[in-house]
């Protein structure tokens, strides 16, 4: 098929081009490979939903930036992500807390929560989506302005004496929402990496549930592993 012969000359360009090298216009790609501009477009989209290309608006289509990588770590550091980090809160209150939410958190239901919904910026670029839910006493007169500057657990820890030790994370695969793909800048059913995290401090309280997805063109996740004689 056409399409299939498109696709495979656009995966030699990404393999030979770096990461945010522009392709040639859908035009110039059809007259060079004698196929229609719809073809084109069909193996543009079909790679685009991959997250292997990403097209900019007004600027055209670009091989996928070098990903964000973050190191798992079983210890009590966790290695910074790389990047420049912003934050942009979309959403900031404090409600009672549903049954649910409260069991989560170890707290009784109606307990005071302080919900925000937050855009993380990685070298101002929309990386991710956090939703934080912590009860609202630990951290009185937080503003949304003190989220979207500086690291949280620092500011935790100078501000309120609360000292985070571990954490309970887990991580899925799933695709975009409309909601989220309008944050996200990118488009719906996009792979991300869906992560919640349970936070404790070093008296065993929950400080905090976590749940956030990330993209998945733009980030990645990497783990060192140890074995042992019992390893297989």
Same mark, same amino acid.
């Given at each position: 098929m056409k399409r299939d012969?498109?696709?495979?000359?656009?995966? !030699?360009?990404?393999?030979?081009?770096?990461?945010?090298?522009?392709?040639?216009?859908?035009?110039?790609? *059809? *007259?060079?490979? +004698?196929?229609?501009?719809?073809?084109?477009?069909?193996?543009?989209?079909?790679?685009?939903?991959?997250?292997?290309?990403?097209?900019?608006?007004?600027?055209?289509?670009?091989?996928?930036?070098? !990903?964000?990588?973050?190191?798992?770590?079983?210890?009590?550091?966790?290695?910074p992500a790389e990047g420049?980090?912003? $934050?942009?809160?979309?959403?900031?209150?404090? $409600?009672?807390?549903?049954?649910?939410?409260?069991?989560? /958190?170890?707290?009784?239901?109606?307990?005071?929560?302080?919900?925000?919904?937050?855009?993380?910026?990685?070298?101002?670029?929309?990386?991710?989506?956090?939703?934080?839910?912590?009860?609202?006493?630990?951290?009185? +007169?937080? $503003?949304?302005?003190?989220?979207?500057? +500086?690291?949280?657990?620092?500011?935790?820890?100078?501000?309120?004496?609360?000292?985070?030790?571990?954490?309970?994370?887990?991580?899925?695969?799933?695709?975009?929402?409309?909601?989220?793909?309008?944050?996200?800048?990118?488009?719906?059913? *996009?792979?991300?990496?869906?992560?919640?995290? /349970?936070?404790?401090?070093?008296?065993?309280?929950?400080?905090?549930?976590?749940?956030?997805?990330?993209?998945?063109?733009?980030?990645?996740?990497?783990? !060192?592993?140890?074995?042992? *004689?019992?390893? +297989?």
């Amino acid at each position: 098929m056409k399409r299939d012969r498109v696709r495979r000359h656009l995966l !030699k360009v990404i393999e030979n081009a770096g990461p945010g090298t522009g392709l040639a216009s859908e035009r110039d790609l *059809a *007259a060079e490979l +004698g196929v229609s501009r719809p073809t084109v477009r069909a193996a543009i989209d079909e790679l685009t939903r991959t997250g292997l290309l990403v097209r900019q608006r007004g600027r055209g289509t670009f091989t996928s930036p070098q !990903k964000v990588t973050q190191e798992l770590a079983t210890g009590l550091a966790v290695p910074p992500a790389e990047g420049h980090w912003t $934050s942009r809160v979309v959403a900031f209150g404090i $409600s009672p807390a549903p049954r649910s939410l409260a069991a989560d /958190l170890e707290r009784e239901p109606g307990t005071p929560v302080l919900r925000v919904t937050r855009v993380r910026h990685v070298d101002d670029e929309p990386i991710a989506i956090e939703q934080l839910a912590l009860p609202a006493f630990l951290v009185p +007169g937080l $503003s949304a302005a003190d989220l979207e500057s +500086g690291n949280f657990y620092r500011l935790l820890r100078e501000r309120f004496g609360i000292a985070v030790q571990d954490a309970v994370q887990t991580i899925e695969p799933a695709v975009t929402n409309p909601a989220q793909a309008e944050l996200l800048e990118i488009a719906v059913y *996009a792979p991300i990496l869906h992560i919640e995290r /349970l936070t404790r401090d070093t008296t065993g309280q929950v400080v905090e549930l976590t749940r956030s997805v990330y993209r998945g063109d733009r980030y990645r996740i990497t783990s !060192k592993l140890r074995f042992d *004689a019992e390893s +297989g």
